[in-house]
Structures are given as C-alpha cells and as structure tokens.
C-alpha cells in the first residue's frame, strides 16, 4: 500500500506517523519540512497528498498542520477527496465507514503518540461500508462534487 504524508511544519509526530505507516509495510511519500527545516504553506504541502490519491497514484492521505483543519480544508478542495480530521481513533474508523474518507487529517497541536497510534489504527484497519444506505450517500458526495452546489434553483 502506497501513503503520501505531509505537514506544513515538523513535528515529532511527523515522524512518528511515518514510522507508524513504515511499521504497516506501507510505502511513504513525505511532503513537508524535515526536523530543523523552516515551515512551508499549508495549501500546498496538502493538495500535493490530495492530487496523488485523487489521481490514485497512492491508496491513501495524511495530511497534518498545527489545528489539522486547514489541511484538510485544503486536501478537500481537491475533486475524488474526502478528507476527514479525526481527534480519536472512533471518529477515524466512522469517518472510513460512512465517509469513505481517503485522507487522513490529524492536528499537529492536539495528537498525542498514543492517540496518533490509535487513530492509525482504526483508519487502517476500517473498511468502507458496502451497506446500500451509505453508499447512495457517497454517490450524493460525487455528485454535489460534480454540480459545485447541489441544491442550486
């Protein structure tokens, strides 16, 4: 399985999240500075993940800055993501089953080794759900995604 990781800024769990995917066997794409490297912009370290599992040149995203949200603003805005900024590993194994999400948003400031190791592991290990309800709903996602705005008159 192929990940692309990033971070606007380096941070212990930078590397912890790395070594988390090495651990799985997954093969890394890093975009972001490494320990003693200034930061870079957000918007573009993250849409570097988002294009490559948009395009699916890999099989999933990471995306992490100092609150998560701006990355995964960022990694939406991309056409094919659904990226979800999860806190705690039930929201990362709900965000995979009924979101689908591909990416991964984790914040820099509030994620804590054990809770990142957590995390991974329910995002992971979680697969979508191929229930009939859930996946009228992704079909909605694809096509809001298509028409810009849904409910348009």
């Known amino acids: 399985m192929k990940v692309a990781i990033s971070s606007d800024e380096w941070s212990e769990l930078v590397d912890l999240v790395i070594e988390e995917c090495k651990k799985r066997n997954y093969e890394i ?7 003693g490297e200034p930061s870079m912009d957000w918007p573009i370290v993250s849409t570097k993940v988002a294009c490559l599992v948009a395009t699916k040149k890999v099989d999933f995203g990471i995306v992490m800055c100092w609150t998560g949200t701006g990355a995964t603003l960022a990694a939406n805005k991309i056409k094919g993501v659904r990226a979800a900024l999860c806190f705690d590993a ?8 009924w979101n ?3 990416i991964l948003g984790l914040s820099l400031r509030l994620t804590t080794p054990y809770k990142a190791k957590e995390i991974l592991d329910a995002f992971f290990d979680t697969p979508y759900s191929s229930d009939e309800w859930n996946k009228r709903q992704i079909a909605f996602i694809l096509e809001i995604e298509e028409k810009q705005c849904y409910f348009t008159k």
């Open 100 to 102: 689908h999400a591909n």
């Open 90 to 97: 039930e929201t990362a194994k709900g965000a995979k089953i």
């Open 29 to 35: 794409e890093y975009f972001g500075p490494k320990k």
